[in-house]
């Protein structure tokens, strides 16, 4: 029998017994690639057609959202507490708008008639709760006179508002300009203010999100994929969000969905970067797609599960702050992180296997250009740009670190003078609204007239007089009143009571949301409560100022320490150390203390601002700590990873070099989007995004590109104690 038939034989004798031959070895990777296509459309379609849809409730949050003056007060404080009092009192049934009306010369007794006819015409609408007061004639300039109109609460008090000025410019009095202010007008200023979110602001960021990368991957397709990964996950988190707002699990208000876009955006895009960084690493190293789709999804699930983990913890730890405002946004942002992880982790892995090589045309990897067994000197010679950077920081890691630190606390010295006393509420706005303008023309009229919002004391009712005292015995104060029984014009009656407490109102000198209001606040609360019995309140506009105030420092106080325990905690397990984990998070706190120092210099000096929120720190530190981590955790993550196989410099070296592209687009983008922000008029956003942007650019730039890698260099494998990367044989 000749040789070839000996050859058939033998393969009908392999088939027969089951060993694979030539042909069915070439079946198998079709049989894989075609179970791979499957799996990966069936995931991109539920994501598509199940999270695409639920876009549909970011125009709807709207309809959940809580803007009125509670959702940002502290809460448990005694102002708040006096506010609940206070609606006993029928004072919390209306919420008064002032309508002011001004011409070029003195309003006559004719022209008042005219507008008393306009004020007896607001009266007949739905939401004018009661008779329109006024016309009121200017006491400093007779051209101005107003009109308080109290506007139902049961009505939307913004819509309320609207249907206000469209009245008046419908029927107005010729001659007269009518603005509407007061705290309904301001009110809803506040909400057009935040009715750019769900289109300017997120159009703005994923215009910002998709020049970034198509300058990053000079690719077609790839940025669009990223791009539909954020905006699903955006969805997802908006439908989220808006269940548990509507059934109550949590509070939305219009600051904490701004930043829910914007986190959302900018950590799925950061998420997708470092995916589709390794991701190309693994095709130049491997033959097949799905292999190297799984092979970058297990590089990075450790960096992703950690980053995202670690924002949502900190995020969390909002949950012990006192302040509404500051509490609510914790659990809000939360929902959207977990959704951005999930779009990362699931729906791009999956569009990334349907492309294959594609998703990077023009400029695809192939094979034949893998690292692999490459030497360091190697892996640095194929990143230019940054293997330049690499091989300074390994020149001279001493000076290096020593220096970056220094200039950071150059900058970070100027942190302590950061002004977060708060502002008025005509400096919340960075635009011409009209609440301001008509303040403006009403304080012209009638100067600056601190009794239209007095301080209110709550006590008990057989201490009345002894409270009225006391409060006219503080410096300040210039008059108190007890709230009578309403009656006719004129006449004086019987003093008010609700469950043995009576309601006084102190008229203060100084105007409210000034510091001296805010000083007097102080002093009248002393004299009050030694009134033995009387178990009196202070609160009102001047008091809610202060209590902000003390509530927002007393908040920095419990949550920083939280969030860097919780950080810190995350960070053992994943690079099995103590050391490196410290010295991550002191040169984090390093870098929020310069975001606030630089802050303070542009804020004072450069944009001459009036003053801060007393939230804007803390949530500055949250988010620059929770965030600015997550390159330090990228960076440290691989250099663990090539650690335990190259040895400890070699493996901070490749670790620099091979994500210093990806790490430094991902804080740009994230920085970009955060900038976004600034597009909404208000002075808390302004500020809160140029901090975080700022910070995160000096983590990216800075701290993660030199301070990080020098240091760790100097500090030799000491820095994995005593994980087992700090005992590898390479190391000795």
């Keep these: 029998m000749d040789s070839k038939k000996i050859l058939f034989l033998g393969k009908l004798l392999s088939i027969a017994e089951g060993h694979p031959t030539v042909s069915t070895r070439l079946e198998r990777p079709t049989r894989r690639s075609r179970w791979w296509v499957g799996a990966a459309l069936l995931v991109a379609l539920v994501w598509i057609l199940g999270a695409g849809p639920l876009g549909a409730f970011l125009g709807k949050l709207g309809e959940v959202q809580t803007n009125d003056p509670s959702a940002f007060l502290p809460d448990g404080s005694e102002s708040t507490e006096v506010d609940r009092i206070a609606e006993d009192f029928d004072r919390a049934d209306t919420v008064p708008a002032i309508v002011v009306l001004s011409g070029d010369d003195d309003l006559t007794e004719p022209r008042l008639g005219e507008v008393g006819v306009l004020a007896e015409r607001i009266g007949e609408e739905p939401w004018a709760a009661e008779q329109v007061v006024g016309p009121i004639p200017g006491t400093e300039d007779p051209s101005v006179a107003q009109l308080i109109v109290p506007i139902d609460n049961t009505y939307d008090t913004g819509d309320s508002v609207d249907a206000l000025r469209a009245l008046l410019a419908d029927e107005a009095v010729d001659g007269l300009e009518a603005q509407v202010t007061g705290p309904a007008g301001y009110a809803a200023d506040l909400v057009a203010a935040f009715g750019g979110i769900d289109s300017t602001l997120l159009l703005v960021a994923v215009a910002a999100v998709l020049v970034i990368l198509i300058a990053v991957y000079r690719s077609p397709l790839l940025p669009i994929l990223v791009v539909v990964a954020s905006l699903l996950a955006l969805g997802l988190s908006g439908a989220l969000v808006y269940l548990a707002a509507d059934i109550g699990l949590v509070s939305l208000n219009g600051q904490s969905q701004g930043i829910l876009f914007i986190l959302v955006v900018g950590a799925c895009t950061d998420y997708a970067l470092l995916l589709v960084a390794r991701y190309r690493e693994e095709l130049a190293a491997r033959e097949h797609v799905p292999e190297a789709v799984m092979a970058a999804v297990r590089g990075v699930t450790g960096p992703v599960l950690a980053s995202g983990g670690t924002v949502i913890l900190g995020l969390l730890c909002l949950l012990a702050a006192d302040l509404n ?378 701290v993660r590109t030199l301070l990080i890698p020098a240091l760790s260099l100097d500090v030799g494998p000491r820095l994995w104690w005593p994980g087992r990367a700090g005992r590898s044989r390479e190391n000795h």
């Excluded at 250099?639 to 070699?650: C, I």
């Design 325 to 702: 405002s500051t509490s609510s946004l914790g659990p809000v942002v939360a929902i959207g992180i977990v959704a951005a992880m999930l779009s990362a982790m699931t729906f791009l892995p999956a569009a990334l296997a349907l492309c294959g090589r594609a998703a990077f045309w023009p400029t695809a990897p192939h094979h034949s250009q893998h690292e692999e067994g490459q030497t360091t000197d190697r892996v640095i010679e194929q990143h230019p740009f940054w293997g330049r950077i690499t091989r300074v920081v390994a020149a001279r890691p001493r000076a290096l670190w020593l220096g970056t630190t220094a200039l950071l606390i150059a900058a970070a010295v100027f942190a302590p003078q950061f002004s977060a006393e708060g502002t008025g509420q005509d400096e919340v706005f960075r635009t011409e609204v009209e609440a301001v303008d008509g303040q403006e023309t009403l304080e012209r009229g009638f100067g600056t007239d601190s009794s239209a919002a007095p301080a209110m004391v709550v006590a008990d009712a057989d201490h009345l007089d002894e409270i009225i005292a006391a409060a006219e015995d503080t410096p300040g104060v210039e008059t108190a009143t007890a709230m009578t029984e309403p009656g006719p014009p004129g006449a004086e009656g019987p003093v008010l009571q609700e469950d043995g407490r009576v309601l006084v109102e102190a008229t203060l000198e100084a105007a409210p949301e000034t510091t001296a209001a805010v000083d007097t606040i102080r002093d009248l609360r002393e004299n009050v409560r030694e009134v033995r019995g009387a178990d009196a309140l202070v609160g009102g506009v001047s008091a809610t100022d202060l209590d902000t105030r003390e509530t927002a420092q007393r908040d920095f106080t419990v949550v920083v320490p939280l969030v860097l325990l919780v950080v810190f905690l995350v960070l053992i397990p994943l690079l099995r150390s103590l050391v490196a984990p410290l010295l991550l998070m002191a040169v984090n706190v390093l870098s929020f203390a310069t975001a606030l120092g630089v802050g303070t210099l542009v804020f004072d000096h450069v944009l001459k601002l009036p003053g801060a929120d007393p939230v804007v720190p803390l949530f500055a530190f949250v988010f620059l700590v929770a965030l600015g981590i997550d390159y330090s955790i990228f960076l440290m993550s691989r250099a663990r990873e090539e650690t335990l196989v190259h040895g400890h410099r070699e493996g901070i070296l490749r670790a620099l070099t091979v994500t210093g592209g990806v790490i430094t687009s991902a804080g740009v983008v994230l920085a970009a989007t955060f900038a976004a922000l600034a597009v909404i008029p208000l002075l808390f956003l302004l500020q809160l995004a140029f901090l975080v942007a700022f910070g995160v650019l000096v983590d990216a730039l800075i």
